[in-house]
């Protein structure tokens, strides 16, 4: 293991993708996020935190007591940190503006828990977030400026609790993976350069949801299912948590599919804050991401909580499945 810190990996990146400064303090603050939610997570079944609060959210899905600590968590930290104007969330409805963030230079999206189904079975989950600039308009924030393709992103991330607390982020140049040292704290850098293979790994969807698909949506998993795919043979793998599974399918390749639906054809998952950040580092581990017609970080939001299909993973495979949709 290499013993770099993500500190001083972010440093190193800077310097050859020449970032902006002040993005490794926004970078550092969320590790410490990543931190306390994992301290949250392990301690929440002693303390009584694993049920639901009796809210829906925005998205019209039950909240979790621990979506909730996430979301305050994510705030906390940021409190006070004057270069960050705004931060765009799952579990609220419109941007919360820092107070004193008004000249900050950068917008977060963030899913600050993601996978939350998997609170009370001791599941994989996670934290989705994705770093843009604002415009330069010297006036105050606007929701507006949210709407950015992802290909505008100066860094996205994750943060993966599993049996180990990992997170994976890059800042437009190399995807570098860290581990979680909990006896002290820090992160280290375990898995450097992390590329997508090719021509192997699963398929991941809820194919529960066949029934409300269409028929090329149907026909093209039915390939993946049955061995038919040019891409080869596919095992089935679904953790009910995006970050889990775009996790392994970075790791060992192959496809995570969340198609839209006949009556909900931009499917489930949210553009801003899940499918551009991951979007973001599958196209720069060497991968791909299409909502189904054209690249994910080409989508421009026209909503803090837009939806779109996500087709996320090998090169190959993405094509495959996008041109199988007779889409592309
Ligand atoms: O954030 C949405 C989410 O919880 C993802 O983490 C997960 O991949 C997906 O929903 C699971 O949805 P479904 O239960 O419809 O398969
Ligand atoms: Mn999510």
């Not at 009556?263 to 060497?286: M, T």
């Amino acid at each position: 293991m290499n013993r770099f810190t993500i500190s001083e990996q972010f440093f190193l990146d800077q310097a050859s993708a020449s970032a902006s400064g002040g993005l490794s303090t926004v970078l550092n603050r969320l590790t410490l996020v990543a931190r306390m939610l994992a301290s949250e997570i392990m301690r929440a079944g002693f303390v009584g935190k694993l049920g639901y609060t009796g809210t829906s959210n925005v998205q019209d899905e039950e909240v979790r007591e621990l979506d909730v600590i996430s979301n305050d968590t994510t705030l906390q930290v940021f409190e006070n940190m004057p270069m960050v104007a705004a931060i765009a969330s799952e579990e609220m409805e419109d941007m919360h503006v820092l107070p004193g963030g008004e000249d900050g230079k950068y917008l977060i999206a963030i899913d600050p828990l993601d996978g939350s189904g998997n609170v009370d079975v001791a599941g994989q989950m996670g934290t989705i977030f994705g770093i843009y600039k604002r415009p330069a308009t010297g006036k105050p924030v606007t929701i507006e400026e949210f709407y950015q393709p992802g290909r505008n992103l100066v860094a996205a991330g994750y943060v993966l609790y599993g049996p180990c607390t990992m997170m994976v982020y890059t800042a437009g140049g190399p995807v570098n993976g860290f581990t979680l040292d909990r006896s002290i704290g820090t992160f280290f850098l375990t898995h450097p350069n992390l590329k997508i293979p090719e021509g192997t790994g699963a398929y991941s969807i809820n194919e529960a949801n066949e029934p409300k698909w269409d028929d090329k949506t149907r026909a093209m998993v039915e390939t993946f299912r049955r061995q038919e795919a040019d891409v080869g043979k596919r095992s089935a793998r679904y953790a009910g948590a995006l970050v889990g599974d775009f996790h392994r399918t970075l790791l060992k390749g192959g496809i995570y599919m969340y198609p839209g639906e006949v009556a909900k054809p931009n499917g489930k998952l949210r553009l801003l804050y899940e499918n551009a950040p991951l979007g973001f580092i599958c196209e720069r581990a060497g991968g791909a991401a299409s909502n189904g017609e054209i690249p994910i970080l080409d989508v421009v939001p026209t909503g803090l909580h837009q939806r779109t299909p996500l087709f996320l993973g090998s090169k190959g495979d993405v094509e495959e499945a996008v041109r199988r949709m007779g889409k592309a």
